[in-house]
Nanobody
Framework: QVQLAESGGGSVQAGGSLRLSCAAS????????MGWFRQAPGKEREFVAV????????YYAGSVKGRFTISRDNAKNTVYLQMNSLEPEDTAVYYC????????????????WGQGTQVTVSS
């Protein structure tokens, strides 16, 4: 089973930017659709963005569309989430996830998960 490790989280002021990375080991990275999810205190884990095995298509939650960009580098076994114009409502633990081939957007459709990285946005 593929192992995932997120990095790049931290604390920023509203309007700032962060770039999250998710490094994969094991499995064949280029066969996985990759997703980003987030979970804030007291809330369910929610979909943020997903990218196909070959980099296209991509899909985003309405709350982040136009501000976040998901990308991947299969040669480096890494998926990224560039987050711009961050808002306090973006504060959450962000998780990287993997599933075979086909894009899905439900957490239950993803079988491999990273440990999460905290993103805190202050006003």
């Amino acid at each position: 089973q593929v192992q995932l490790a997120e990095s790049g989280g931290g604390s920023v002021q509203a309007g700032g930017s962060l770039r999250l990375s998710c490094a994969a080991s094991g499995g064949t990275f280029s066969t996985y659709a990759m997703g980003w999810f987030r979970q804030a205190p007291g809330k369910e884990r929610e979909f943020v963005a997903v990218i196909s095995w070959d980099g296209a298509p991509t899909y985003y939650a309405g709350s982040v569309k136009g501000r976040f960009t998901i990308s991947r580098d299969n040669a480096k076994n890494t998926v990224y989430l560039q987050m711009n114009s961050l808002e306090p409502e973006d504060t959450a633990v962000y998780y990287c996830a993997a599933r075979p081939w086909i894009i899905k957007t439900l957490p239950t459709d993803f079988g491999s998960w990273g440990q999460g990285t905290q993103v805190t946005v202050s006003s």
